[in-house]
């Protein structure tokens, strides 16, 4: 009984790998065709051969899938910033957070389409409190410690939880690609404009 019980589980859990695979190798080739923001999970589960249910219990919504097939580009983002920051560790807070910006930017540029997908919140969630986001919720920490290292006084400085909370907005893609796309800013004038927006005298210092 138990090894009949055994086998069972073993053909579920390769049945759900099997799945997952069908479905990222599946989102894949739709993306590339149309764009993330183009394509529903509808047509995800079509062109996998699945059932619209069993892509649900394993994915909530596009956001989930796009996060599953960008993790580990993710992992490493966060590995190269921690590198960085500590090899920079007795630079200036600003220039660490520069160096931060400008890794995230190159990220952004090269996974553009993915992280807009992460970035998506489903209808479901749509009359709900932001939810949450891996991705920025782990870069608002790092900002966030920088902002006040920055402070010096507290009374006439913003306060660094919203000061970041701005700044990420900024590197949204919806508002990055309308700048570089429409106005016309490369990625490192983009990089420019932030410095001098939310640290113009220490960027002016430390140019």
Known sequence: MNH???RHTRTERRDAAE???RILDAAVKLFEQHGVEQVS????AIEAGIGPGTLYRRYRNKSELCMDLIKDNIVLLFEDIEAYLKEHRDEPPSQ???G???IFIAFR????Q??????EVSPAN???SRAPDPVYDELHDIITKLFQEMTVNTLAEPDNVFRADILLTALKKDFYVFQRDVRGYSSESFLEQLCLIFFPQAHQDNP
Request: proline share 0%; hydrophobic share 40%.
């Open 96 to 98: 660490r957070l520069k």
């Open 100 to 102: 931060i910006l400008t």
């Open 4 to 6: 009949a019980r055994q």
């Open 19 to 21: 799945n997952r695979q």
């Open 41 to 44: 999970m509808n047509q995800i």
């Open 126 to 128: 749509k009359s709900q």
């Open 114 to 119: 993915l992280l807009a997908g992460v970035e």
């Open 109 to 112: 540029e090269k996974k553009l």
